[in-house]
């Protein structure tokens, strides 16, 4: 299926919401004309836009409109087709926006009520925990209107307002551009790391011991994958370095795909050719490769072969020679070692590698095996350590970005 014209503009000024699906709900003020233009602000920053116009908004706006900003088709009534939970339903989008949001919506998702393909989106996002942004829009004597007040207060703990600025009698919706900067915000663009050009490994390495077997390692990519998402979230900009792993690539990154170490390190050297300001090699590297893998299959019908294998050279032992100021982090795995020996080994790479943040982690306890989604990591500079203690690895990711924005900072 071809493109859509208007998605030609995605990413075109940041992807901080690469892979994000937003659903942009436009109810019947008179503002409802610049919900086009903040629909096409989320998507130059890489966004999927999804819009639910209520019927007084299409009213003053055709839904064709909406369809013409987005490329996508505009939810103006609920159908067989469950719009409400294709969009608000546990992890179906990623934010939910009402701009502008009248007393009359706001009112509805106070108390409950969902009569409209807005309300209801709305009545399903809340209760799935999508995270929910209003701009309020009215005449200054309804937003002070009791009721109003109420069903303000009564929300204000479980979704996001954005504060209208109040001329001319009236409670005018916030600036597209205002709404911007709240979701970028939101979903967790850094000005400290906005711009940042930023190289990444990740993933395991194949070694080739002929031309259909390999040594490798049980590296899926996940906990790469995910840093590289959140730093693109935070505005920086990804070149990410990417072995054989299972996870599915990082939205908003430009992605290398390789196999083998020799591949890797070559990548990384030729990539940094230009100037990067942070490197981070997350990558199962293979520790050894084949002295020489064979051309040809080796026959199955062989009681015993040998296989002699060489060390192979450490990429981020590398790093500082070719760009001396580079942020460099590191990553090291090791299996059942005490915290003490960890953080040893930790401080070791970080001395040979010149490096600024070694982080660690022991992959080898039960209780990673059971659950790989979690982990524990150190992280280990010149001068202390810091434990994350167990979480999930989506969080394990922004514990390790802030350490990172606290030391670019500083």
């Not at 954005?162 to 911007?180: C, H, Q, R, T, Y």
């Not at 059971?370 to 202390?384: A, W």
Request: with cysteine; proline share 4%.
């Amino acid at each position: 299926m071809d493109k859509h014209p208007s998605l030609d503009i995605v990413g075109s000024d940041g992807t901080e919401f690469a892979g994000k699906k937003i659903v942009l709900c436009i109810s019947g003020s008179v503002a409802a004309y610049k919900a086009i233009e903040l629909a096409r602000l989320f998507m130059r920053h890489g966004a999927d836009v999804i819009c639910v116009a209520s019927k007084a908004a299409t009213n003053l706006i055709k839904p064709s409109y909406f369809k013409w900003a987005t490329g996508n088709e505009v939810i103006t009534q609920l159908t067989g087709e469950l719009e409400h939970i294709k969009v608000a339903d546990y992890k179906q989008s990623d934010l939910i926006v009402v701009y502008p949001c009248t007393a009359n919506t706001l009112g509805k998702l106070a108390n409950g009520i969902d009569d409209t393909p807005i309300s209801t989106v709305l009545s399903v996002g809340l209760g799935s925990k999508i995270p929910i942004i209003i701009a309020l829009a009215m005449h200054e004597a309804m937003y002070e209107n009791p009721a109003v007040a109420k069903n303000i207060e009564f929300l204000k703990k479980k979704i996001d307002f954005i504060a209208p600025s109040f001329v001319e009698g009236k409670a005018k919706a916030a600036e597209p551009d205002e709404v911007l900067d709240f979701v970028l915000k939101k979903l967790g663009s850094s000005s400290i790391l906005r711009g940042k050009k930023v190289l990444m490994t990740a993933g395991p390495t194949i070694e080739y011991i002929d031309p259909v077997r390999v040594i490798t390692n049980q590296s899926s990519g996940k906990t790469g994958v995910l840093l590289a998402s959140e730093l693109v979230s935070t505005g920086a900009k990804v070149t990410f370095i990417y072995g054989p792993g299972i996870e599915a690539s990082p939205k908003g990154a430009k992605v290398i795909r390789v196999e083998t170490s020799r591949e890797m390190s070559d990548v990384v050297r030729k990539e940094m050719k230009q100037k990067f300001d942070i490197v981070i090699l997350a990558a199962a590297v293979s520790d050894y490769t084949l002295e020489k893998p064979s051309k040809t299959k080796i026959k199955s019908d062989l009681h015993r072969i040998v296989l002699k294998l060489k060390r192979v050279p450490k990429i981020i032992n590398q790093i500082k020679k070719i760009q001396k100021d580079v942020f460099l982090v590191g990553f090291k795995a090791e299996t059942n070692i005490s915290k003490e020996k960890l953080i040893s080994l930790a401080r070791k790479k970080l001395k040979e590698s010149n490096a600024e943040l070694i982080i660690v982690n022991d992959i080898g306890l039960e209780k990673y095996k059971k659950n790989p989604n979690y982990n524990n990591i150190i992280i280990v500079d010149s001068k202390k350590i810091i434990q994350s203690g167990w979480k999930k690895k989506s969080e394990i990711v922004r514990f390790i970005r802030k350490e990172i924005e606290r030391q670019i900072s500083t």
